[in-house]
């Protein structure tokens, strides 16, 4: 029968060559020429030689490039950075975490204008348009501290935002995009001035709580449905 003879130097020009394919593409086509004088058909008067087959060399940039022009071709453009440009500066925002595809991509994004009357805006990414729209937007007294939508097994049932500034204020968000307030939770009724709200954070175990923090140094802890305050820190950090 038939047998493969592969000398030493036909092992070492092999892995030279395959090295140089991905290192010198140059050094690899002369190897491929050597190759193919080494590996040229010869017979022994002793025995037959079955070559291997001849190697056939394909330049490596090529090789990558219409591999990058295939998958350009399969898979479409698309944008991956979306700008939303509104009228007037913006300091707040915040994700829905409402679960469906009817909430997905929405946000909420509060101005920052120097005067009492500011907004808040709700947009959405529109796929047809490939661009975000308002969904709705409502008057805030004042900037914004911090925005919330409500976490996601509460916002299931009732779609709501929280936000900050002089009080704490709890909105209903519609399905047809008007936007209502709910409650506002002012813990001094006895005056008409108030300490601005720093921060708050809805509980993430029992969502009907949400605590506030206040430039005063107090934390104020709100039961949402009653719209009372469970208890208050005092001189906090």
Not at 1 to 21: A, Q
Not at 81 to 100: F, H, W
Request: hydrophobic share 35%.
């Amino acid at each position: 029968g038939t047998r493969s003879i592969l000398t030493p130097l036909h092992v070492i020009l092999r892995c030279c060559y395959f090295i140089g394919v991905y290192c010198s593409p140059l050094g690899a086509y002369l190897l491929f020429v050597v190759l193919q004088r080494v590996e040229s058909p010869s017979s022994c008067c002793c025995c037959p030689i079955h070559h291997p087959p001849p190697l056939r060399y394909k330049a490596p940039m090529a090789a990558a490039s219409e591999s990058a022009s295939a998958d350009a071709r399969k898979s479409p453009a698309r944008k991956e950075i979306y700008t939303y440009k509104a009228e007037y500066p913006l300091y707040g925002l915040a994700s829905s975490c409402r679960p469906g595809s009817a909430a997905h991509y929405r946000f909420a994004v509060g101005s920052f204008i120097e005067e009492y009357r500011n907004k808040v805006e709700v947009i959405q990414l529109d796929s047809e348009k490939d661009e975000f729209v308002k969904r709705g937007v409502f008057d805030h007294p004042y900037p914004t501290t911090k925005i919330l939508w409500a976490p996601e097994k509460l916002s299931s049932e009732r779609d709501l935002l929280a936000t900050t500034g002089d009080y704490l204020r709890i909105w209903n968000v519609q399905s047809e995009g008007s936007i209502r307030m709910e409650a506002m939770l002012n813990n001094n009724k006895q005056s008409e001035y108030c300490a601005p709200l720093t921060s708050f954070d809805w509980n993430q175990t029992d969502h009907n709580v949400i605590g506030t923090s206040s430039i005063d140094t107090t934390c104020t802890i709100w039961d949402v449905p009653t719209k009372k305050v469970k208890t208050q820190l005092i001189a906090h950090d």
